[in-house]
T-cell receptor, first 113, second 114 residues
Framework: DTAVSQTPKYLVTQMGNDKSIKCEQN?????MYWYKQDSKKFLKIMFS???????INETVPNRFSPKSPDKAHLNLHINSLELGDSAVYFC????????????FGSGTRLTVV | DQQVKQNSPSLSVQEGRISILNCDYT??????FLWYKKYPAEGPTFLIS?????DKNEDGRFTVFLNKSAKHLSLHIVPSQPGDSAVYFC?????????????FGTGTLLAVQP
């Protein structure tokens, strides 16, 4: 039973489209995150939610909108997709600040053509 | 502004020998450091961590060393095994800060040759 699951695993779409990536965790963690790994392999945080409340919002275009319907789910919606949005997006969860580390999903590879 | 740096993009070692992966950081507010391991097409998995109040933490074949004055940490794997071949990410955080977030390095690809 996957601890942090993301869907879809692969997503190919055209510029200008709107797409969503879903994430669910069954670990009972209270904090969830979205990270982006770009072509240079930087793993950079985008957003963090604690008990459905946004606590971290890095410098991310407002075309990206996270939504947390409950503390087990954190979805990422992207409007008007651009070529530069192509990357691997990782969802993660932790209990509190994550002193024992984050648990990551397997990633969603987004390709914008 | 890269606060966590892994200057070696790749490392190759023979099976049974020691692997040493290095990481440098610039933010003196970091007080917790972690290593993650990542296989292709999978998410990073937590490997080992160290608090800034310690200079060494050991877990089986994995040992992390922290040198706060040099703002440097390293991961030692002894003995290295072919299954250790993966990308290793160093990460740092300031747990005493207003918001906790992990800052990652760019990773080092370790190849353990049989």
């Amino acid at each position: 039973d996957t601890a942090v699951s993301q869907t879809p695993k692969y997503l190919v779409t055209q510029m200008g489209n709107d797409k969503s990536i879903k994430c669910e965790q069954n670990l009972g963690h209270d904090t969830m995150y979205w990270y982006k790994q770009d072509s240079k392999k930087f793993l950079k945080i985008m957003f963090s939610y604690n008990n459905k409340e946004l606590i971290i919002n890095e410098t991310v275009p407002n075309r990206f909108s996270p939504k947390s319907p409950d503390k087990a789910h954190l979805n990422l919606h992207i409007n008007s997709l651009e070529l530069g949005d192509s990357a691997v997006y990782f969802c993660a969860s932790s209990q509190g600040g994550g002193v024992y580390g984050y648990t990551f999903g397997s990633g969603t590879r987004l390709t914008v053509v | 502004d890269q606060q966590v740096k892994q200057n070696s993009p790749s490392l190759s070692v023979q099976e049974g020998r020691i692997s040493i992966l290095n990481c440098d950081y610039t933010n003196s507010m970091f007080d917790y450091f972690l290593w993650y391991k990542k296989y292709p097409a999978e998410g990073p998995t937590f490997l080992i961590s160290i608090s800034s109040i310690k200079d060494k933490n050991e877990d089986g074949r994995f040992t992390v060393f922290l040198n706060k004055s040099a703002k440097h940490l390293s991961l030692h794997i002894v003995p290295s095994q072919p299954g250790d071949s993966a990308v290793y990410f160093c990460a740092a955080s300031n747990y005493g800060g207003a918001t906790n977030k992990l800052i990652f390095g760019t990773g080092t690809l370790l190849a353990v040759q049989p």
